[in-house]
Each structure stands twice: as structure tokens, then as C-alpha cells.
């Protein structure tokens, strides 16, 4: 075995654990009863995806990848906390417990189920002929991306609805960068900004609700109630 | 073969010697974490030597299985000792009389029977520590059968001294996210099993609030002394069971010779004091569970075991 294999098996390797903590941490994101613990898991997963992305640009050297990487490390886990912070009272932020509508055992085992059926979903993909990283990547971006969506929709809470948005995108994000890794780097700054217009809208937005109703617990809006005079 | 046969003996005569030492320095390092003084870290074998020259009263009330119980609780870490790693990488004499099921089993029993033992008397207290801990076992028991498959998978054995080769050989194997994963979900079994404090509080006094002290209430004399040297046994093979097949299988015994064996000991314990200061660590850092969010400490255990599962049965 070359040096140059034997650290490609290396990179491979390590590139396969921080998929195995990228899937542990949304599954910490699902498990969490607290805002902020939450948040931790999603900064934790953000980092993941970061050292991923700079795992997979090291050996065919590509300085793409590792950009999209460094890209990934200054947004996700050092802006957008910082955004919520900003634009979300602390009030909002120390609440500790989150208003869910399924428990938390039953939700990790349906969480367990839906990552079951990604890898049954990725499998026919991964056929068509795709490389080493995207064995790893892209059944586990496929199962973030479900666990994002089931997040959005258990929760009641605006933040961590927000949180599983964010854990959507990084679910895409995480199998893209094994799948698509060519793409130019001008697309991935514009994802990025998104993603940060995207939190700062949704961040003003729950301050919003939060100043009129006194509450983020957005699962209580189920009525709309006309107010004809004002 | 003779040499094996020794060999094996010395090694649960280690487990033996050196439970009671394990729970002390454990007391004594949360002491000094918490700045109490604490008693020493030999105090253990002081409580086992006044035990067993007190008096022991049993209840008329109740039947042979309270009897027994300490002889039962006593003797099965004895036979796990005789099946697993604690000193050689190489098989011993007993190594292929049972596999890791087989230790878990037998393990399995004991609690068993403390837990009979503990609702036999009539004691209020007994029925709801033991229904308690059977609470906190069937939510590990799934856990603990996953993380055993998932090894035993990995390792195409089910013989822990095969299953140790295999994570170290080449190194790379450590860093497998399998690897990983089991060893996370592994750690937090001894933290439920072991009645650690995410779970269970082992040193609190309260007895509505014990789950895993509260069998043994009942015994007094001899009988409390084997309850208690047994439990602390039984945690011992753990954490060896944990260190040497899952996590650091260095520092055995490689060959059948006196000295690598004698100098097997001091390795061995030093690991057990590394794994110590984590679980010290983890212990002073979190607060104990309320009863019914156990449910979800052990849930978080059963999904890094099958995601360990799921990361070795699609990814290769």
C-alpha cells in the first residue's frame, strides 16, 4: 500500500466518523428539550459538516471543497448564533424546555426509522455510480434532511422550528459536497447568504410574535382571528 | 494448560482484590471534585471486614431465594471473570465455556435474583428499588443486545478475546465510525447498569430516591458484605469488559509468562483509573435524571447502538 492511499483510507475513515457525529448530533437536535441545547447540537453538527467538507478536499486536493468548508465553518457556527443572539430577545433564549407534540422516546424511534429509510432511498442512487465519499455522505445528508423536516414538524416552538430548517439545508448541504463537488464556489457564498437572510427574517419575524402574543410557542397559532376595527 | 488454569484464577482473584479498591477511589475522587474530605480510598475493604463479623438477622418472613441471593449476586461476576480479557489478550482456560452473551446472561442473573430477593421480605422499600432497576434494565437490555450484535458482526465472533484483535489491527479500525459509536453507546450502559449518577445516585441515602441501593436494604452481616463486594465486582467487570474489548485492548498480557502478567496488573489498573477520572468527570458535571427521563437516557443509547448498526451494515 502507497503513502498516498493509505492516507486516502485514513481520510476516508475520518471522513466516515464525522459523518457517524453529523447523524449523532441531529439526533442530539431531536433529543434536546431545551433551546439552547438545541442550538449547541446544531452549531456541533455545522462543525461536522465543515470538517467533512475539508476531509473530502484534502485528497484529490481540491482547495474548492476545503473553501466551502471554511465558508461553512464561519457561517453556521459562529454568525448564525450570533444572529439569534441579536435578534431574538434572551428571554426567548434561556427558555429552557421546548413544547413538543410527540415525546422524546417516540421521537427518536421514528427519527430511527426515517434514517432506516434513507439509506433504502440513497441505495438506488448510489447505483448510478457515484465514488467512495458519497457512500458515506449521501445517505446521511438524505437522513438529516428527513430528521430536519420531522423536527420542523414536531416542535412548536419558533426556534427550534428555525433549527430544523437549518438542519435541512445542512443535510442537503452534507451530501452535496460528496455528490456535486464541483460546483462553483460563487454558488455556495449565495447559499450561505441565504441561509443567513433566511435566519435573520425568521429571527425578526419570532421577535415579532414574540412582542405581540408574549409567546414563541407558535404550535398555539392554530386559529386566525380577523380584527376589523383598529 | 496448567499455566492457563492458574492464570484464570488469578485473574478473578484481581477482580476480587480490586473492586472494592475501584469503588473507593471512585468516592474519593468525587470527594476531592466536591471539596469534601471523604473517607479513604480503602474504606470498601474496611466496610466488607466489619460486615462480615456482625450478626446477621434474617426475617422469618422470608424465603430461600433471600438466602441465596448474596451467594448468587456474589459468584456470577466470578464467572464472568473466568470468561473475559481482564489480564491476557490470549484465551485462557475457561475463554470458549461461554461468549459475551453468555457473560451478559449470567450478569443478568444475579440481578435477577436480587431483584426476587429484594420484594421477598415485605421490606416497602425492596419492591420499588427493584421494580425500578428492572425499569432501568429492560430499557438497557435492547441496548445491551444491539451493541453485542453490532460487535459480534463486526468482529465475525462472538468470543471477547477475538472481538478485542479486531479493532486495533490495523489501527485504523479504531476510527471507524462502528467503533466509535458502540464504544459511546457502550459507556453510558455502564452508566445505567453501574447505577452511576445520570441515572441513579449511588451515594444518596434517600431511600424513596434509590433505585439500585435499595435491594440490598434488607441484608445485614455476611450476607450485606457479599451483596456489596458483588455489586462492586460486577461493576469492575464491566469497565474491564468495556476498556479491554472496546476500547483499549493494550497493555495485556501477550504471552503465557509470569512477568507480562504481573506487569499486566499495573497497566490494567491504570486504565481503569483513566476510565475512572472520565466517570468522575461525568459525575460531578450532571445532575441525576428524574425517574421517567430515563427513558430517554437509555433511548439516546439505543439509537447511537443502531446507528452504529446502520454506519457498518450500509457503509461497507
Same mark, same amino acid.
Given at each position: 500500500?502507497t503513502?498516498?492511499?493509505?492516507?486516502?483510507?485514513?481520510l476516508t475513515?475520518?471522513n466516515?466518523?464525522?459523518g457517524a457525529?453529523?447523524l449523532?448530533?441531529?439526533?442530539g437536535m431531536?433529543?434536546?428539550r431545551?433551546?439552547?441545547?438545541c442550538?449547541?447540537f446544531?452549531?456541533?453538527?455545522?462543525?461536522?459538516?465543515?470538517?467533512?467538507?475539508v476531509?473530502?478536499? @484534502?485528497?484529490p486536493?481540491?482547495?474548492?471543497l476545503?473553501?466551502?468548508g471554511?465558508?461553512n465553518f464561519i457561517?453556521k457556527?459562529i454568525?448564525?448564533?450570533w444572529?439569534?443572539?441579536?435578534?431574538?430577545?434572551?428571554?426567548v433564549y434561556k427558555r429552557?424546555?421546548?413544547t413538543q407534540?410527540?415525546n422524546?422516546p417516540?421521537s427518536l @424511534?421514528?427519527?430511527?426509522g426515517l434514517t432506516?429509510?434513507?439509506y433504502?432511498l440513497?441505495?438506488?442512487?448510489l447505483?448510478?455510480g457515484?465514488?467512495?465519499?458519497? @457512500?458515506?455522505?449521501?445517505?446521511?445528508?438524505?437522513?438529516?434532511l428527513?430528521l430536519?423536516?420531522?423536527?420542523l414538524?414536531?416542535?412548536?416552538?419558533a426556534v427550534?422550528q428555525?433549527?430544523?430548517l437549518?438542519?435541512?439545508e445542512n443535510?442537503?448541504f452534507f451530501?452535496?459536497?460528496?455528490?456535486?463537488p464541483?460546483l462553483?464556489?460563487?454558488?455556495?457564498?449565495?447559499v450561505?447568504?441565504?441561509?443567513l437572510?433566511?435566519?435573520?427574517?425568521?429571527?425578526v419575524l419570532?421577535?415579532?410574535?414574540?412582542?405581540n402574543i408574549g409567546t414563541?410557542?407558535?404550535g398555539?397559532?392554530a386559529?386566525?382571528r380577523?380584527?376589523?376595527?383598529? | 494448560?496448567?499455566a492457563r488454569?492458574v492464570?484464570?484464577?488469578?485473574q478473578?482473584i484481581v477482580?476480587?482484590?480490586?473492586?472494592?479498591?475501584?469503588?473507593?477511589?471512585v468516592s474519593?475522587l468525587k470527594?476531592?471534585v466536591q471539596?469534601? #474530605? *471523604?473517607p479513604s480510598?480503602f474504606q470498601?475493604y474496611?466496610d466488607i471486614?466489619?460486615?462480615? #463479623?456482625?450478626?446477621e438477622y434474617?426475617?422469618e418472613?422470608s424465603?430461600w431465594i433471600?438466602r441465596f441471593?448474596p451467594?448468587i449476586?456474589?459468584?456470577t461476576?466470578?464467572?464472568?471473570?473466568?470468561?473475559?480479557p481482564?489480564?491476557?489478550?490470549y484465551?485462557?482456560?475457561f475463554?470458549f465455556m461461554?461468549d459475551?452473551?453468555g457473560?451478559?446472561f449470567i450478569?443478568?442473573?444475579g440481578?435477577?435474583?436480587?431483584?426476587?430477593?429484594?420484594v421477598d421480605?415485605?421490606?416497602p422499600?425492596?419492591p420499588m428499588?427493584?421494580s425500578?432497576?428492572?425499569l432501568?434494565g429492560?430499557?438497557a437490555?435492547p441496548?445491551?443486545?444491539i451493541?453485542?450484535?453490532t460487535v459480534?458482526?463486526?468482529?465475525?465472533s462472538?468470543? $471477547?478475546?477475538?472481538?478485542?484483535?479486531?479493532?486495533v489491527?490495523?489501527?485504523s479500525n479504531?476510527f =471507524?465510525?462502528? #467503533?466509535?459509536l458502540?464504544?459511546?453507546?457502550?459507556?453510558?450502559l455502564i452508566?445505567?447498569?453501574?447505577g452511576?449518577i445520570?441515572?441513579d445516585?449511588?451515594?444518596? #441515602?434517600?431511600?424513596?430516591?434509590?433505585?439500585?441501593?435499595?435491594?440490598?436494604l434488607e441484608?445485614?452481616?455476611s450476607a450485606a458484605?457479599?451483596?456489596?463486594w458483588?455489586g =462492586?465486582m460486577?461493576?469492575f467487570?464491566l469497565?474491564?469488559?468495556f476498556?479491554?474489548v472496546l476500547?483499549t485492548?493494550w497493555?495485556?498480557?501477550?504471552?503465557?509468562s509470569? *512477568?507480562?502478567l504481573?506487569?499486566?496488573? $499495573?497497566?490494567v489498573l491504570?486504565?481503569v483509573?483513566?476510565?475512572?477520572?472520565?466517570?468522575?468527570?461525568?459525575e460531578c458535571?450532571?445532575?441525576?435524571?428524574?425517574l421517567?427521563?430515563?427513558?430517554?437516557?437509555?433511548?439516546?443509547?439505543?439509537?447511537i447502538s443502531?446507528?452504529?448498526?446502520i454506519?457498518?451494515?450500509?457503509a461497507v
Amino acid at each position: 500500500m502507497t503513502y498516498s492511499t493509505q492516507s486516502a483510507t485514513i481520510l476516508t475513515q475520518l471522513n466516515a466518523l464525522a459523518g457517524a457525529f453529523f447523524l449523532l448530533s441531529t439526533f442530539g437536535m431531536v433529543a434536546t428539550r431545551q433551546v439552547q441545547g438545541c442550538l449547541r447540537f446544531f452549531v456541533l453538527q455545522s462543525l461536522f459538516l465543515a470538517s467533512s467538507a475539508v476531509l473530502l478536499g @484534502l485528497h484529490p486536493l481540491s482547495w474548492h471543497l476545503i473553501g466551502v468548508g471554511i465558508i461553512n465553518f464561519i457561517n453556521k457556527p459562529i454568525i448564525i448564533p450570533w444572529l439569534l443572539r441579536r435578534t431574538i430577545s434572551e428571554e426567548v433564549y434561556k427558555r429552557r424546555e421546548i413544547t413538543q407534540a410527540l415525546n422524546i422516546p417516540i421521537s427518536l @424511534l421514528i427519527a430511527l426509522g426515517l434514517t432506516i429509510s434513507a439509506y433504502y432511498l440513497a441505495a438506488p442512487l448510489l447505483q448510478v455510480g457515484a465514488g467512495l465519499p458519497a @457512500l458515506v455522505n449521501l445517505p446521511i445528508g438524505v437522513a438529516t434532511l428527513l430528521l430536519g423536516a420531522y423536527i420542523l414538524t414536531v416542535r412548536r416552538e419558533a426556534v427550534p422550528q428555525l433549527l430544523g430548517l437549518l438542519a435541512m439545508e445542512n443535510g442537503a448541504f452534507f451530501s452535496s459536497i460528496a455528490i456535486a463537488p464541483e460546483l462553483h464556489l460563487f454558488v455556495e457564498l449565495v447559499v450561505a447568504f441565504d441561509v443567513l437572510i433566511a435566519v435573520f427574517v425568521i429571527g425578526v419575524l419570532t421577535r415579532a410574535i414574540h412582542e405581540n402574543i408574549g409567546t414563541t410557542n407558535v404550535g398555539a397559532l392554530a386559529t386566525l382571528r380577523e380584527e376589523s376595527t383598529r | 494448560m496448567f499455566a492457563r488454569i492458574v492464570f484464570n484464577i488469578v485473574q478473578v482473584i484481581v477482580v476480587m482484590l480490586f473492586a472494592p479498591l475501584l469503588a473507593g477511589t471512585v468516592s474519593r475522587l468525587k470527594e476531592i471534585v466536591q471539596s469534601k #474530605h *471523604g473517607p479513604s480510598i480503602f474504606q470498601p475493604y474496611r466496610d466488607i471486614w466489619k460486615l462480615f #463479623h456482625k450478626r446477621e438477622y434474617i426475617s422469618e418472613q422470608s424465603s430461600w431465594i433471600f438466602r441465596f441471593t448474596p451467594i448468587i449476586v456474589f459468584v456470577t461476576p466470578i464467572f464472568v471473570a473466568l470468561l473475559i480479557p481482564v489480564l491476557t489478550s490470549y484465551p485462557l482456560f475457561f475463554a470458549f465455556m461461554g461468549d459475551m452473551l453468555g457473560g451478559g446472561f449470567i450478569l443478568a442473573l444475579g440481578g435477577f435474583f436480587a431483584t426476587l430477593a429484594a420484594v421477598d421480605t415485605g421490606n416497602p422499600y425492596g419492591p420499588m428499588g427493584a421494580s425500578r432497576t428492572r425499569l432501568v434494565g429492560f430499557l438497557a437490555e435492547p441496548v445491551f443486545m444491539i451493541v453485542f450484535f453490532t460487535v459480534s458482526f463486526v468482529a465475525g465472533s462472538t468470543i $471477547p478475546y477475538i472481538v478485542q484483535q479486531r479493532w486495533v489491527n490495523p489501527i485504523s479500525n479504531f476510527f =471507524e465510525p462502528t #467503533h466509535i459509536l458502540v464504544m459511546l453507546a457502550f459507556y453510558m450502559l455502564i452508566l445505567a447498569e453501574g447505577g452511576r449518577i445520570p441515572v441513579d445516585n449511588p451515594s444518596g #441515602h434517600f431511600e424513596l430516591a434509590m433505585i439500585d441501593e435499595s435491594k440490598a436494604l434488607e441484608y445485614s452481616g455476611s450476607a450485606a458484605a457479599l451483596m456489596k463486594w458483588g455489586g =462492586e465486582m460486577k461493576f469492575f467487570i464491566l469497565i474491564c469488559i468495556f476498556l479491554n474489548v472496546l476500547v483499549t485492548p493494550w497493555g495485556l498480557a501477550r504471552t503465557i509468562s509470569v *512477568g507480562q502478567l504481573a506487569f499486566a496488573i $499495573p497497566l490494567v489498573l491504570a486504565k481503569v483509573f483513566l476510565f475512572v477520572l472520565t466517570l468522575v468527570a461525568v459525575e460531578c458535571s450532571l445532575a441525576k435524571l428524574r425517574l421517567f427521563r430515563i427513558s430517554e437516557f437509555l433511548g439516546a443509547a439505543f439509537v447511537i447502538s443502531v446507528a452504529a448498526m446502520i454506519a457498518w451494515v450500509f457503509a461497507v
